[in-house]
């Protein structure tokens, strides 16, 4: 009797690499039937419940299946993935979601601001000071130029010296507690005191932007960094079938020039950005194309306030809500969504394996459509 093989490998039949290159993830180990899971002799138990009958039969059985067999259970595997995801339309914010910008976005802001006041001489001569306060009110800031606005109020509050004078580093703290508790009121208050002009801004941080890219496009990116796993996850999305579109406020040429250095390769049109308006109007035109009428619609989002302007359309009650919890969001929010606001509560595991719960005492999560691991 032939002795049964060492590991996945033996099993050379395109069909089955396919699918252990499709579906092959790091797994916790867990025994099963004696053996730890991630062993040579259990490789195949790396896989989704969905192919347990084809691996486990081909390690746990000294006899091994036909090919034919093989290669029918392998394209059952792959087609019920891409059966799944092909009713999907999966909707990213960018920043806080997919890209971790805020250093990017505070240095940049920082530029803005000499550019606009060069007299003011409490911004200092680096953006570093400036860039721990930027990442803890960044949950209120919505677009880019509003990152300007910030940087000259927390000049203005001296956080500069504040660094080595307790006095003045308490006055920038509560500043930044009074950004976060109202900042809408405090950003047009600004804007008025300093006669500024909205669209100016957003022009001019633009072109703080090309300059830096141009003069030093490898900073500029290295400034930028993917959230781990995000584009993998995308990347998978894609291949498997969904719809996948990135909707944001940044300036369209930014994004996409960072999601080509993600890797992350969407179809034209699918990357709404600042030009092409608010959110909640770009998810109403996507879903009245005519050929996404049968599909489900995911919105995943960091911002909770772009979330409950979703949630108070009528037009877009047709939409699943995800938080992800590891943007640009503050505990309060989470707080929230955990009590109860129809919101699903997103992690990073979750966009690999989309189902599951979220303890003995929460609300069960929602999946992402589709029942077995992304990644």
Not at 36 to 49: H, I
């Amino acid at each position: 009797m032939q002795a049964p093989p060492d590991s996945l490998s033996a099993f050379t039949q395109p069909a089955m690499i396919r699918a252990a290159e499709v579906w092959a993830a790091p797994r916790q180990p867990q025994r099963i039937d004696g053996q730890k899971r991630g062993s040579p002799t259990c490789q195949r138990l790396a896989l989704p419940s969905l192919a347990t009958g084809l691996v486990g039969f081909a390690v746990c059985n000294p006899k091994r299946p036909s090919r034919r067999r093989q290669r029918r259970l392998s394209r059952c595997v792959l087609r019920a993935t891409k059966a799944e995801a092909s009713k999907l339309v999966i909707c990213f914010d960018f920043d806080g979601v997919v890209c971790d910008s805020v250093d990017e976005s505070s240095t940049a802001a920082w530029k803005h601001a000499r550019d606009l006041w060069p007299l003011v001489s409490t911004l200092g001569d680096s953006p570093q000071p400036f860039l721990d306060p930027m990442r803890l009110v960044r949950p209120v800031i919505e677009t880019g130029w509003e990152n300007t606005l910030i940087i000259r109020m927390l000049a203005d509050a001296n956080l500069v010296e504040a660094q080595s004078q307790k006095g003045e580093a308490e006055s920038a703290s509560l500043l930044c507690k009074d950004i976060l508790a109202g900042w809408e009121q405090l950003r047009d208050e600004k804007v008025r005191e300093l006669k500024l002009d909205v669209q100016g801004l957003i022009k001019g941080f633009g072109e703080v932007r090309d300059k830096w890219m141009a003069e030093d496009l490898k900073s500029w990116f290295g400034t930028n960094r993917a959230y781990d796993r995000v584009p993998d996850v995308i990347i998978q999305m894609l291949s498997s079938g969904a719809e996948v579109f990135v909707i944001t406020t940044k300036q369209k040429r930014f994004a996409e020039a960072l999601l080509q250095d993600f890797g992350i390769k969407l179809p034209a049109g699918h990357v709404f950005a600042l030009e092409d308006g608010p959110k909640t109007e770009v998810l109403k035109s996507l879903l009245a194309r005519a050929e996404y009428r049968e599909k489900n619609f995911h919105f995943i989002e960091d911002k909770l306030g772009t979330l409950r302007k979703v949630l108070k359309d009528p037009d877009l009650k047709t939409v699943k809500l995800h938080l992800a919890s590891w943007g640009y969001c503050t505990k309060n929010d989470i707080d929230e969504v955990t009590d109860g606001l129809d919101v699903n509560l997103l992690h990073r595991s979750d966009l690999e394996t989309p189902t599951g719960h979220a303890g003995a005492h929460a609300k069960p999560r929602q999946s992402l459509g589709v029942s077995e691991p992304w990644l």
